[in-house]
Structure formats: structure tokens, C-alpha cells
């Protein structure tokens, strides 16, 4: 194939990895400071495009302040959601908290995916686009919305990683993450770290939502593939880890659209296009649960 | 005193099922009913799982989905008898779980979730794939279990799987493997230090667990005479799990009784549309929350059905 | 000399870069009771661990009673009559007393559930918990439940005995029955290995003392002599206050 051709694939490749790199970052962070994979992950990135669509479309606010209402929204919930769901666990007010913690963050993807088709019905939305029409990168011709979003992605994910390095409060995330009960006994309110952690991940979640709505459509079950992404990511990066995150996001990215062109057979290359992710988290797991760029915890 | 009395609520239950198709129950109601008695299979054999060895899985809507297609295809390709190929499907399930059971052996918590869901959506995408041999997302057609206009055979022969299945677990639960099982949830390293096998409970665990899956897959296949991908999907899943749950899933028994109730209620508010799964979904927070032991585990406390230090 | 039952020959287990055993080797005759103390980080879980199946050895073989122990699996080797005790009490929560000693008492097939229950039934009386046969294990104090995890070690009726620090945070009179445990154990045969950091419990039950110190092991001798050597000395009370305080250490 031309190299031209090969380039934009390989561009789209990188601005799948940034929308993927945004929706797994929020996993990242959850697991790091609350120790859970959340399982509704995949349906705070729904709300999140809902959100922006009815903040945008319905009330026709301009698209970046709807982003930003949708941000917010989804911080408040996920705060809420800690509050509720997931501090119990911590206060020592569930029996096995590791088996409440995966069921209860299934129960509330039941919850918030029905409520979404209840509310909204299954029909798809189209929200209004950050920026129509193509652009042009030297040879390179990629559709504009796709590339304005994934660069107010990354723009999100630079804000991330400064936030976490340079202010106090990312510093506190950082430092509940690796212990929080030391971090306790150095004064840190490691119950409100849990709760900032939970609203980050899912104003994250609901971010990449909001951005990728207009791209690819919003619907009530448009979290369901996304977040099988975000946790091939997740895992392929290392639990927790936020740089490996994003580089295992880019690494699924290119991935997913060279192993769709490099099989001979089209049909059956596309229609298993999910499904290489998939194997690849498979094969970490089962090889190393750390990931590629993770640390080895204690099994168990 | 107490052991005969939760005998005689199940007895009880059991004459009421037997009969009520038979009290004019209807055909819509009985055909529901029946439905329910292949969730309850399913939302039992995965108790099993997660009450008693304390290992959740996401993979038990495919290997339901295996069985049936397993059925379904040799019973339409190849043409072999129905009795043949409603086995076969939950050999297959069997041998597919004793893979994955083995390879997930030393996961726990959130990577055997993960991992569990994995294996499940590879397995749907590969059978939407494969188009040629499964007819994708359209679905298979699959031979009616017993011709003829009554709902009546096929009632009564998922009931009487479900009572094979809860019967067979019961009796393996009830045995001193029974006791490794729940160890093991407890603390896999104590069990291993005093002798229990550890590796090879959690497999026979899994693997009778996805067989009985296969099981209720394969009847299902040839009562609905459709099998299509998304009876394998995630949100096929999520049924299981509220069902499970909502029923009781620390006991086989809950947890059936949860699938038949969930079923039924969910064609009772058909009228309320979409909005009856997101109650399932609110119901099962709030019962993970605040009475884990779910509707059935506090029913059966209320009425003094239980014994033992629970 | 009788033949030895435990044979440690060379042992060594790495974590990383980190050195938790390094050589290790000493024999135990039958019916021994042996003391295993050293600070902090010495090795002396590793070294437990190592010799109950948990971790494979790095280096060096270990052997019980003649046949091979190292990288054999837990539960192969509680059946060949090892028992070893966890230094966090591990016992089955959310099932009965009597539960927790039937989970071991059963693991032998031809075990009938009966006979299990009327073993299990004589030891929790032998250890004054008879009455809380019907409770949970979650419920009991944490000195019952590190009494209830001798039992469990009972029942398994093991020849070889690894205890990792029992006596931490229990009750006088708690600890004296686990004494008499102990000492009847060894009454019967059973050899028992101890880590404690109870230096009255390792005197008071121990003939003979094992002194690690980094991963190596630094003493293997009587009691007595044991608690007067400087090295022991040394590893434990360390720069300031041992034998060789002030001195330049050697390269």
C-alpha cells in the first residue's frame, strides 16, 4: 500500500489512541487510589456524551462549553457514586469487598445504560461537531472533527498529567495510589482523594464521551465496545499506571488498524477488528498481569 | 426441625410449578415460566461460582451461547437427533470452560472479571464472524425440542433440568467438596496449607458450572428454535448476574428461584418498557448494599428457614 | 545419630535484586523442638514458606523424611504431614468452628464425615472451644482464632510442625494452653519448628536454636549457646549496642 495511504492509516490510528487514551486514563486513576476496576467505566462515558449532546443540541450551548458542563456533570456523579456505592467498602461496611466492588460497578452499568434507553430511547444522536470539513496534513487528508477531537484529547490528557505532577491535589492522587494508608498518616484525607479520584475518572470517562460523540453518534449502548477498549488498554499499560496508559492506548490504536489491513481476507479482518484487542488482553493477563509497563504486585 | 421445614417450602414450590400449567395457566404464562426455568439454570450453576468458590465470572452467557449453538448447528448441519446434539453442546461447554478454567487458574477479582469478559466477547465476535457456518447476528434456526402446539413438553423438560442441575450441585455442595469449595472462597492459602486442592476444585467448580450452562443453552436453543449472538452477549450477562443476585447468591437454591422471579416479573412490566431492567439494575444495588443474602436468602431467614452460622 | 526428617541443603530464594535466603542448610531430627529467631527481615517466613510448598527455592534442595519438598505444592506436602501456621491468622471466616477443623479432617477420602467430626469434636475440647463449635470462625477473639488454627493443624495429625510467630498479641492464659499444645505435640512424636520473636517462648520450648541474619544462617546450636553468641547478639541489638559496636565493619 502507498505510503500515503499507510500515513493516514497510521494517523488514525493515533487519534483512535487518543480517544482510547482518554477513555482509559479515568480507569487508570479509579484503580490506582480505589484499588477497583470499575465495570461502569464504559456507561459514564455514555452519560457523558448524553450529556453533552442535551447540554449542545437540545440547549444549544456552544460545543466547548457544553464539553466542559459535560466534565463537571460527570465529576459530580462519579463524586456521588464514591460517596454511595464505593466508600462502604472502605469503612470496613461490606463483607468481601473486592467481589461488592466488581458487582456493584456491574449493577450500576445495568442501572445507567437502561435509565439512558428509558429516558432517551435506542436511537443514535448526532450532537453538534467541534469542527466540520477536512483537514489537510501535508499529503495527509483526515476529517476534521476526528482530529479537533482527538486534539482537545490530548490537550485533556496534557492537563491530566501536569495536574497529577506539579498541583497538591494530584500529588495527594499519586500518593494514596501507591499507599494509602501511609498517606493517611501523613494527613492526607485519603476519603476525599477516593472520592476526587472516582469524579476524575468519570469526568475523564465522560470527556472522551462527550468528544467522541459527535464523531461516532451517541446511543445508549455506545460504551459497551469502548470500554472492552479501555480496559485492553488499562491492562496492556499496567493497572494504574498512567503513562502506560496512553502508550498502550497508541500501541492498541495502531494495532487494531494494521492487523485490519495486514489479514488478506477484508470481511472477516473487519468484523474481528474488536476482537484483536481482546486477545491481546487475554495474552497480558495471562502472561504478565502487570502489564507492559506496570510494576508486579502480590498475586491475589 | 429447621431442615424440614426449608424441605417442605421446597416442596411445597416444587408441587406449585408442577401443577400450575396444568390449573390453566395459560400457554403465554407457561412458555414465560418455562423461560425462567432455563435463566434460573443458568443464574444457579453461576451461584456456584461466585457464592460458593468466590470466583466471578463473565463468560457463563457464552458458554450457554456454546452449547446452543453447538446443538443448533449439528442438529441442522449434520442432521444428528436432537438428543444427541443437546449433549454434545454441553460437552463442548464443558471441555471449553476446563480450558479457560485452567488458564485463569491463578487470576483472581477484577483480571478474572476482565478476562472472563474477554473470553466471552471473543467467542460472540467469532460466531458473528463466522458467517458462513452461523448465519452472524441474523441467528441459527434451531428444531423445535417437541412438534406440535403445546407449550406443555417443553415446560416441563426444562423444569426437570433445572431439578437435575440444582440436584446434581446440591449433591456435590452438600459433600465434603462442597466444604473445599467454600474454603477456598474463604482463603485459598489456608485451604492449600491443610491439604485442600486447591487447583483442581476451582477447575471442577468451573467446569460443572459452565456444562450446566451448556446445558440450559442448548435446551433454549431448540425451545426458542432461534439462537442468535446476543443471547451471549454482556447484557445477557448482566440478567444472570441481577438474576443471582437480586434471588440470593450465596445459595443455588436463591439464585434459581431468583431467575424464575426475574423473568416472570419482567413480562409482568412489560408495559413499563425499558425502564423494568433499569429497576433490575437499581434492585441490585441496593441489594448488594444493604441485604446481600438477597429476596430469597432474607426471606428464608425471616421465616426461620435457615440454619447454620450465616 | 538417627536419620535426619527435615534435610535444608543450601536454600536460597531471591525476590529481584533482593537476597531472602542465602544458603541455608541445617538438618532436624525427628521429635526436635527447634527455635528459628532473627530481626526483621531475616528470611525466617521465606525460609517457612520455602519448606511448605509456597515458594520454590531458588537455589538448593530441602527433603523431608527422604523424599524432595521444595517447589511441591502446598497441599501435597500438608499431606505428607508438614503443617505450618501463617503469621496473620488465616482461618475460614464465614464457616463454622467446627467447619474450619472438618475442611482438613476430610481431605482424606476415606475419611468418614462422622469420624472427622468426632476428632474434630475432641480437639476443640482439648483446646477449651467446644462451646463456639457452632460460631462462625469470624467471630472469635483473635486469640481463639490463632488456638483454632492449631486445631486445624491437629487434625491434619502432621509429624513436622511450622509455627510463624503464634504467641503475637495473645493472652497469657491462652498462650500457656498453647504451650501445652505445643509440648504434647512434641509428647507424641511431632517435630516442631518455631518462629517467634518471644524470646521466653523460644527458650522456654526450644532445645535447639536456628539464628538467621540477612538470608544467612548465622547459628544452629543449643539454646543457651545460641542466645549468648555475638552474632546473634549482633543482628539484633546492632551498631549501637552489640558486640561489635563502633568497630569499622569489614568489606
Not at chain 1, 90 to 105: F, L, Q
Not at chain 1, 111 to 129: D, E, H, I, K, Y
Not at chain 3, 8 to 13: L, M, N
Request: overall charge neutral.
Amino acid at each position: 500500500m502507498s505510503t500515503v495511504a499507510l500515513g493516514e492509516q497510521v494517523l488514525n490510528g493515533l487519534i483512535i489512541g487518543a480517544f482510547y487514551a482518554l477513555a482509559a486514563l479515568g480507569l487508570s486513576i479509579i484503580f490506582g487510589v480505589l484499588k477497583i476496576v470499575n465495570f461502569a467505566h464504559g456507561e459514564l462515558y455514555m452519560v457523558g456524551g448524553f450529556a453533552y449532546y442535551v447540554v449542545a443540541g437540545a440547549l444549544g450551548l456552544a460545543p466547548p462549553l457544553a464539553l466542559i458542563a459535560a466534565f463537571v456533570l460527570l465529576f459530580l456523579l462519579g463524586m456521588a457514586i464514591e460517596w454511595l456505592l464505593i466508600r462502604p467498602m472502605h469503612e470496613g461496611k461490606v463483607e468481601r469487598p473486592d467481589e461488592y466492588a466488581i458487582m456493584i460497578t456491574f449493577g450500576l452499568a445495568i442501572l445507567l445504560q437502561n435509565l439512558m434507553l428509558s429516558v432517551f430511547g435506542p436511537w443514535t444522536r448526532r450532537p453538534p461537531a467541534l469542527f466540520r470539513g477536512r483537514v489537510e496534513v501535508g499529503e495527509l487528508v483526515v476529517s476534521g472533527d476526528r482530529l479537533a477531537a482527538a486534539a482537545l484529547g490530548g490537550l485533556l490528557i496534557a492537563l491530566l498529567v501536569y495536574l497529577l505532577r506539579a498541583t497538591l491535589a494530584g500529588k495527594a492522587i499519586r500518593a494514596v495510589s501507591q499507599d494509602r494508608e501511609t498517606a493517611a498518616v501523613v494527613g492526607i484525607d485519603d476519603r476525599l482523594v477516593g472520592m476526587l479520584a472516582f469524579g476524575l475518572g468519570s469526568a475523564l470517562a465522560g470527556a472522551a464521551g462527550a468528544l467522541m460523540g459527535p464523531v461516532f453518534l451517541v446511543y445508549p449502548t455506545m460504551g459497551v465496545i469502548p470500554v472492552i477498549k479501555a480496559y485492553v488498554v488499562v491492562v496492556l499499560g499496567g493497572l494504574g499506571s498512567v503513562p502506560g496508559a496512553i502508550l498502550g492506548a497508541l500501541l492498541l490504536g495502531q494495532v487494531e488498524n494494521l492487523a485490519t489491513v495486514l489479514i488478506p481476507d477484508t470481511t472477516r479482518a473487519v468484523a474481528y477488528k474488536d476482537a484483536y484487542g481482546l486477545v491481546l488482553l487475554v495474552l497480558v493477563l495471562l502472561l504478565r498481569p502487570q502489564g507492559l509497563f506496570g510494576e508486579r504486585t502480590r498475586s491475589l | 426441625m429447621r431442615r424440614h421445614r426449608a424441605a417442605l417450602a421446597g416442596a411445597f414450590l416444587l408441587v406449585v410449578l408442577l401443577v400450575l400449567p396444568l390449573a390453566g395457566l395459560g400457554a403465554y404464562w407457561t412458555y414465560i415460566l418455562a423461560i425462567g426455568f432455563y435463566y434460573a439454570i443458568l443464574s444457579s450453576s453461576w451461584s456456584l461460582l461466585v457464592g460458593y468458590v468466590g470466583r466471578i465470572s463473565f463468560a457463563h452467557a457464552a458458554f450457554a451461547g456454546l452449547g446452543a449453538y453447538t446443538s443448533a448447528l449439528a442438529s441442522t448441519g449434520l442432521g444428528w437427533p436432537i438428543a444427541l446434539t443437546i449433549p454434545l453442546g454441553v460437552v463442548v461447554a464443558a471441555l471449553v470452560g476446563l480450558v479457560i478454567g485452567r488458564l485463569c487458574l491463578d487470576l483472581h477479582g477484577a483480571y478474572l472479571g476482565l478476562t472472563t469478559i474477554a473470553f466471552s466477547e471473543i467467542l460472540r465476535i467469532a460466531i458473528t464472524a463466522e458467517y458462513d457456518v452461523t448465519r452472524g447476528s441474523l441467528g441459527l434456526a434451531a428444531p423445535l425440542l417437541f412438534t406440535g402446539d403445546s407449550r406443555l413438553p417443553h415446560y416441563y423438560t426444562l423444569l426437570a433440568a433445572l431439578l437435575a442441575a440444582l440436584g446434581l450441585m446440591w449433591l456435590v455442595l452438600r459433600s465434603r467438596i462442597g466444604l473445599f469449595f467454600n474454603a477456598i472462597r474463604e482463603d485459598e492459602e489456608a485451604a492449600a496449607s491443610v491439604g485442600v486442592r486447591v487447583a483442581r476444585w476451582k477447575l471442577v467448580a468451573f467446569t460443572l458450572s459452565s456444562a450446566l450452562a451448556g446445558l440450559a443453552g442448548g435446551l433454549y436453543a431448540h425451545v426458542l428454535q432461534l439462537v442468535a449472538p446476543s443471547m451471549m452477549s454482556i447484557g445477557e450477562m448482566g440478567f444472570i448476574l441481577s438474576m443471582a443476585v437480586i434471588g440470593g447468591f450465596h445459595n443455588i437454591f436463591y439464585a434459581a428461584l431468583g431467575g424464575i422471579l426475574l423473568e416472570v416479573v419482567l413480562e409482568a412490566l412489560r408495559q413499563i418498557g425499558e425502564w423494568r431492567l433499569t429497576l433490575f439494575g437499581l434492585v441490585v444495588i441496593v441489594i448488594l448494599r444493604y441485604s446481600p443474602n438477597g429476596v430469597f436468602g432474607t426471606l428464608a431467614r425471616g421465616l426461620g428457614l435457615e440454619r447454620g452460622p450465616r | 545419630m538417627s536419620a535426619a526428617q527435615l534435610v535444608a541443603d543450601g536454600i536460597g530464594k531471591r525476590f529481584g535484586g533482593l537476597v531472602a535466603l542465602d544458603r541455608v542448610s541445617f538438618e532436624i531430627v525427628a521429635g526436635e523442638r527447634i527455635g528459628l529467631i532473627g530481626p526483621n527481615g531475616s528470611g525466617k517466613t521465606t525460609l517457612l514458606n520455602v519448606l511448605s510448598g509456597f515458594y520454590p527455592a531458588d537455589a538448593g534442595a530441602a527433603s523431608f523424611e527422604g523424599a524432595r519438598i521444595d517447589g511441591q505444592a502446598p497441599a501435597e506436602l500438608a499431606r505428607r504431614g508438614i503443617a505450618r501456621s501463617f503469621q496473620v491468622t488465616k482461618v475460614f471466616r464465614r464457616l463454622s468452628v467446627l467447619d474450619n477443623l472438618l475442611v482438613p479432617g476430610l481431605t482424606a477420602w476415606r475419611t468418614s464425615r462422622q469420624a472427622a467430626s468426632a476428632r474434630a469434636t475432641t480437639i476443640l475440647e482439648q483446646l477449651e472451644l467446644a462451646r463456639l463449635a457452632g460460631e462462625r470462625a469470624a467471630h472469635l477473639s483473635g486469640g481463639q482464632a490463632k488456638l483454632l488454627e492449631f486445631g486445624r493443624l491437629m487434625m491434619l495429625e502432621p509429624r513436622l510442625v511450622l509455627l510463624d510467630e503464634p504467641f503475637g498479641g495473645v493472652h497469657p492464659d491462652l498462650k500457656r494452653l498453647m504451650y501445652d499444645t505445643i509440648r504434647r505435640w512434641n509428647a507424641g512424636g511431632v517435630t516442631i519448628v518455631l518462629i517467634s520473636h518471644d524470646m521466653g517462648a523460644i527458650f522456654g520450648l526450644c532445645g535447639r536454636v536456628l539464628a538467621l541474619r540477612n538470608g544467612e544462617l548465622i547459628a544452629d546450636g543449643r539454646a543457651e549457646a545460641v542466645r549468648d553468641d555475638p552474632e546473634v547478639l549482633d543482628a539484633y541489638l546492632g551498631d549501637h549496642y552489640g558486640p561489635h559496636a563502633g568497630e569499622e565493619r569489614p568489606a
